[in-house]
C-alpha cells in the first residue's frame, strides 16, 4: 500500500475524532498505533469502496488512491444516494463518504462503517444552479479556472438551523430547518464541502480535505505595551472573524465580523499551500504576538510570509480598535 499522503492523514485523524463527540478536531500528526506493516489501515467501509471501484475499471486495488475519508450519519438505509423511485426506509446509519482517484478523476462512494453498504455517486450531469455557482465562486477563491474544478456530487438536504450546521460558539443561529445543499468538489487533490441554502446565492465553505471550518484556522493575540494590548482574533474558513477588544473591559462580547472575499482567498491559499505553523513575536512597542495557523499544505512559511499573515490579522483587528464594527444580520 502506498504511504498516504499529509492531507488522507488529517482525514483520518478528524475521522476518528468525530467517535467522540467530546474531542475536538486536531490537524496534528496521527498518534494512532501503526498497523499494517507501519501503515495506517483505511476503514472498512474506504477499502470496501475502493475494491468495488477497482472491479468497475478492471484495475488493481493498489492503483486507486483513498483521497478523503469523511464521517457522517446517513438518514436513511440508502445512504442518501437512492435511485429515482428506490423506497428508502428512515434510519439513522453511521458511514463515511469516501472519495478514490484513479488516474485525473477523483470518484465519490457513500459506505457504511463496515462496507456492507456501498453505494456509488455517480458524475453530475444536469448539476444545479447552486452547483454551478459554488464551482464558479471556489474557482475566484483559489485564482482558478472553472474548468479545473471537478463537481464531485450535490444532493439535496434540510440542515437544522440557519447556520447550515455549521456551528460557531460566538454566533447564533436561527434554529429552524432550512432547505439547501451539500455541494463537494475536488481541485488538485483537495475536496472542498460546500453547503448553500436556497435563501442564499452565496455557498457557504463546510470543510477542506475534512478540516471543518467551524474549527479556527488562524488564530492570533496581542498582549502587552504602554498601549496595555488585550486583543484576540479567530479566523474561520466560513468566511468569519471574531475578534475580542479587552483593554480596561472584560472580554466577553466578540465583535463578529465577515470577510471580503479578497480576505477569504488569502487565508484560504495559505491553508491548503502552508505548514502548520505557531509563531511568537515581541515588537518594537514592548508587545508580545502569538500567532498559530492550522493549515494543510506542504510550504513552509518562511518569516517574511509570517509577519504578512500577521498583518493580515492585524488589519482583522482594526476595527474593533476603531470602534467601528457594526451589527450584521445573522444567518
Known sequence: MARWSFVITV??????????????????????????GGFIQPPAGALQARRELARELNVSP???????IESIT??????????????????????????LRYGDRSYTYHTDLDGVLVRPILSVDEPSTSALQTVQYLAGLLGYNSQAIQL??????????????????????????????????GVENHIFEFRISTFD????????????????????????????????????LNGWSVQYYCRGQASQNPGIMRLSPEQLSRLLRWFIRLQPFEFDQSSADGSQIRMTLN????????????????????SLLAPIQRGTVTPFPLP
Open 11 to 36: 482525514c483520518l485523524v478528524l475521522w476518528l475524532a468525530a467517535c467522540n463527540p467530546n474531542q475536538q478536531p486536531t490537524t496534528q500528526t496521527a498518534t494512532l498505533p501503526p498497523q499494517d
Open 62 to 68: 493498489q492503483s486507486i488512491t483513498i483521497q478523503a
Open 74 to 99: 446517513w438518514q436513511n438505509s440508502c445512504l442518501e444516494a437512492g435511485d429515482p423511485g428506490e423506497i428508502c426506509a428512515e434510519q439513522e446509519i453511521p458511514g463515511l463518504i469516501v472519495t
Open 152 to 185: 464531485l456530487s450535490e444532493r439535496q438536504t434540510t440542515f437544522s438551523d440557519g447556520c447550515l450546521e455549521i456551528a460557531i460558539a460566538e454566533i447564533p443561529c436561527t434554529q429552524l430547518p432550512v432547505e439547501g445543499r451539500i455541494i463537494r468538489l
Open 201 to 236: 446565492s452565496i455557498p457557504v465553505l463546510a470543510s477542506v480535505d475534512g478540516y471543518l471550518s467551524s474549527t479556527p484556522a488562524l488564530n492570533w493575540s496581542r498582549e502587552g505595551s504602554s498601549q496595555e494590548y488585550c486583543d484576540g482574533l479567530k479566523v474561520y
Open 295 to 314: 493549515s494543510l499544505g506542504l510550504e513552509e512559511a518562511d518569516t517574511p510570509l509570517r509577519l504578512e499573515i500577521s498583518e493580515f490579522a492585524v
